[in-house]
């Protein structure tokens, strides 16, 4: 039988975000496929951070399950460095383990990844699930990896990249994630500033991919430049399912782009035919004219819950969002956030500094903007070359990227300098832009007074921490 062990590493939260537990859904979902599958596979998933962890006692854990596979979360590129610790832990302390990393800082740096960490065995490009049923079934029957697509791995001295995999074509197949595997520790996912630390916090995927093309973004390769849905009964089946099994509360539609229109009304029907009206609170991420064109949905997306909205704002110049490719206007980032405070939904409008073109002043207009504008909360973050897009073989075309430390690449530290702008000065202005919003006393005082109970406990919350100061000793 072979012995699989899922491993979510021990890091740090992001700290502009606050603290903050999320499920490692990305592992939770390719061990329940796996499971359903093979079940005659023996499975184990360790999440250091709700399991309390520390590298020591992993390794404890690991020689524990003597595993045959041991697999890791690698979604995000400042966790790389991370990624492959556990996996050198784990060729440690079992030498003939195989060891499987994925996501899209891998699949995108496949050849670099191999051969800068010898530690990692076979990368999975792309997808995960199938090609990690193909594998397990491989090391069952001891046959080689040659006919797997959709992975890199290395054959003696040689680096070998089998074709990719296709797409799976009808998410609603996919079982639920595998919860039960994190049971024990499933109460402690929170999200404090969205819901306090007693809101039980789970995951929702409702579709992969996104059909627009930003030049920052590596979601819309790693998916292949198309968008698959799961149908809104699968989406409201998996609410219900985290709902009656583990209590969960706050759930975050991780969708890049769930979209707005027919989809979202008839998700908004589901809610309420269910009796989902005040049960739960959902944030998801969403395009400004996707909420301009969409208005008339939104007083019903806040009945059933979704009631915080990630709007992509990034720029307050057309220019600049033309350059990321966006196709957005920056009018309709501004009557985004007025038709979401007239619905009683909490406006987060994420924006970008150190574009090639940035300058003191251009930040300045920008920091003015989102004054003006008065989302409920705003996040500043620095353009990062993220392996995988657009923007990062532009860069590394014309040398523009001076910070090639991976652990760094978590869009709070200046990775690039700008035709004005020298890397330091990116970073203080990052300080600046969280000085100008946050600094304001006007502010603080109307937030935590606010008729928005999100926006109340919000503001009461980052009244408790120091982001400011953190931002600070980046410069």
């Not at 992975?151 to 998410?171: G, V």
């Not at 991780?254 to 229109?261: H, I, K, P």
């Not at 600049?320 to 406006?347: C, D, G, H, M, W």
């Not at 574009?355 to 002043?361: I, L, N, Q, T, V």
Request: net charge positive; hydrophobic share 35%.
């Amino acid at each position: 039988m072979v012995r699989i062990q899922f491993i979510e590493p021990p890091k740090d939260y992001w700290f502009i975000m606050g603290e903050y537990l999320p499920p490692p859904y990305g592992l939770l979902q390719l061990a329940g496929f796996l499971d359903n599958k093979i079940p005659e596979i023996e499975i184990d998933v360790l999440d250091c951070q709700a399991m309390s962890i520390d590298w020591k006692t992993l390794e404890k854990r690991i020689e524990s399950f003597n595993p045959d596979i041991v697999a890791t979360s690698g979604f995000a590129t400042c966790n790389a460095y991370v990624v492959a610790r556990t996996l050198e832990i784990a060729k440690k302390i079992v030498p003939e383990a195989l060891t499987i990393v994925g996501g899209q800082h891998f699949s995108a740096l496949a050849q670099e990844s191999l051969e800068a960490f010898p530690e990692i065995d076979i990368i999975i490009r792309g997808e995960g699930e199938e090609t990690l049923v193909e594998v397990t079934k491989s090391i069952e029957k001891k046959a080689d990896f040659s006919k797997i697509n959709g992975i890199s791995f290395r054959n003696k001295n040689k680096i070998i990249h089998n074709q990719p995999r296709s797409l799976i074509e009808d998410l609603d197949i996919l079982p639920f994630p595998g919860y039960r595997f994190v049971k024990d520790c499933a109460h402690r996912y929170h999200f404090t500033m969205m819901g306090g630390s007693k809101a039980k916090y789970g995951i929702v995927e409702a579709s992969r991919g996104c059909i627009h093309k930003c030049t920052f973004c590596s979601q819309w390769k790693h998916w292949k430049g198309t968008c698959r849905h799961k149908s809104v009964k699968r989406v409201v089946d998996d609410i219900e399912f985290l709902y009656e099994n583990y209590g969960s509360r706050l759930l975050w539609l991780t969708d890049d782009n769930f979209g707005l229109g027919k989809r979202m009304d008839k998700l908004c029907d589901e809610l309420i035919n269910r009796g989902f009206e005040d049960e739960i609170t959902c944030f998801m991420q969403v395009r400004c004219n996707d909420v301009v064109q969409n208005r008339n949905l939104l007083g019903k997306m806040s009945r059933v819950g979704i009631n915080w909205l990630l709007l992509g704002v990034e720029s307050h110049n057309q220019k600049s969002l033309n350059r990321y490719k966006k196709k957005t206007k920056p009018e309709q980032a501004i009557e985004a956030v007025n038709l979401l405070k007239k619905n009683n939904i909490f406006s987060q409008a994420t924006c970008i500094i150190g574009e090639r073109y940035d300058s003191h002043e251009s930040i300045e207009q920008l920091r003015q903007f989102m004054n003006n504008m008065d989302p409920d909360l705003a996040i500043f973050m620095t353009l990062t070359p993220f392996p995988g897009t657009d923007l990062f073989e532009e860069a590394k075309r014309n040398g523009w990227i001076e910070n090639k430390n991976w652990a760094d690449y978590d869009m709070a530290h200046a990775i690039m300098p700008t035709e004005f702008l020298s890397r330091e000065e990116v970073q203080h202005e990052l300080y600046k832009c969280y000085r100008s919003f946050f600094g304001s006393w006007s502010r603080r005082i109307e937030s935590l007074i606010s008729k928005n109970k999100v926006k109340r406990r919000v503001y009461r919350y980052m009244a408790k921490q120091s982001v400011l100061r953190q931002l600070k000793n980046l410069i």
